[in-house]
């Protein structure tokens, strides 16, 4: 570990030789159902005990297949679409086989989504300021974090099927027909919050509101 002002930053040499490597991009919920064994965050805004101070587009300085599982968390949307196979692509290198990642995006299927977002005259979105504090649209382009594109069970099934990953079960989603789908998810593989079995704004009626989906290795 590195040590500045007395702050123990956790790095990648650290977590080398753990018996067991669980990756979450982004800084981990303070929620107790976080409190996973080898839990790892990845961050652009932090390092402590439990963080790694790290961009998730860049390569990680690990070994091919060397965790044991991964999971991002409403972070992708913020990633802009077209980075995104690389993306997905170095987490499968660094992935043991057998391992999976846990991949959960908002899905703008949902009515709470796609009523609140801003749409061009054709109707397509172009803009949700709930997809962050500071985001903004201006000249065309989403600023301030928010959500770049607007995640959509087609879009990241075409996504995935660019990347590496053979096998891939979704669990929630808007279908072709704008049906919910919701099969039973098992949390203990990574927990989600926006889901209608934790958020209460899609529990009655009970529907999807992320796209939910394990990709396996």
Not at 121 to 128: K, L, R, S, T
Request: net charge neutral; proline share 4%; with cysteine.
């Amino acid at each position: 570990m590195k040590v500045f002002n007395k702050i123990i930053w956790l790095t990648f040499d650290d977590i080398k030789d753990w018996d067991r490597i669980f990756l979450y991009a982004g800084d981990i919920p303070g929620q107790k159902e976080y409190d996973i064994d080898g839990i790892v965050g990845l961050s652009i805004r932090r390092a402590n005990k439990r963080t790694i101070w790290h961009n998730i587009c860049a390569p990680y300085p690990l070994p091919d297949n060397s965790v044991d599982a991964y999971q991002a968390e409403d972070v992708f949307e913020h990633i802009e679409y077209d980075q995104l196979v690389d993306v997905i692509n170095e987490i499968y290198r660094v992935l043991k086989k057998g391992a999976y990642f846990r991949l959960s995006v908002p899905d703008y299927g949902c009515d709470l989504l796609r009523d609140r977002s801003v749409k061009d005259e054709n109707g397509n979105i172009i803009f949700d300021a709930g997809g962050g504090r500071r985001s903004r649209y201006k000249d065309g382009k989403v600023t301030g974090g928010g959500h770049v594109w607007f995640p959509t069970y087609e879009k990241v099934r075409s996504l995935i099927e660019k990347t590496n990953f053979k096998e891939y079960e979704f669990y929630h989603y808007y279908d072709e027909n704008d049906n919910s789908v919701t099969k039973k998810i098992d949390y203990t593989k990574g927990y989600v919050k926006r889901t209608p079995d934790h958020d209460p704004r899609v529990q009655n009626p009970y529907r999807a509101m992320s796209i939910v989906v394990d990709l396996f290795k």
